[in-house]
């Protein structure tokens, strides 16, 4: 009875660890959110958020190479 208990838990959190929620895409950087958010709010005339700063250009570390 205890592995029967046991291995439905362990289907049970594979199940649900499987299925996890969200879109399938790449990450937003924060910018691209505002932007998006921006535009968003163009067409359903809602107030426009101020626009965003660019984000600084990433310079590459010395040590990069090892991550």
Request: glycine share 6%; with cysteine.
């Given at each position: 009875?205890?592995?029967?208990?046991?291995?439905?838990?362990?289907?049970?959190?594979?199940?649900?660890?499987?299925?996890?929620?969200?879109?399938?895409?790449?990450?937003?950087?924060?910018?691209?959110?505002?932007?998006?958010?921006?535009k968003?709010?163009?067409?359903?005339?809602?107030?426009?958020?101020?626009?965003?700063?660019?984000?600084?250009?990433?310079?590459?570390?010395?040590?990069?190479?090892?991550?």
């Amino acid at each position: 009875m205890t592995a029967r208990r046991t291995l439905t838990l362990v289907m049970l959190g594979l199940a649900l660890g499987l299925a996890a929620c969200g879109r399938k895409a790449p990450l937003d950087s924060p910018y691209e959110a505002a932007v998006d958010a921006r535009k968003e709010a163009e067409r359903n005339d809602q107030p426009v958020p101020s626009a965003p700063e660019k984000p600084v250009e990433d310079r590459p570390f010395i040590l990069d190479g090892l991550l």
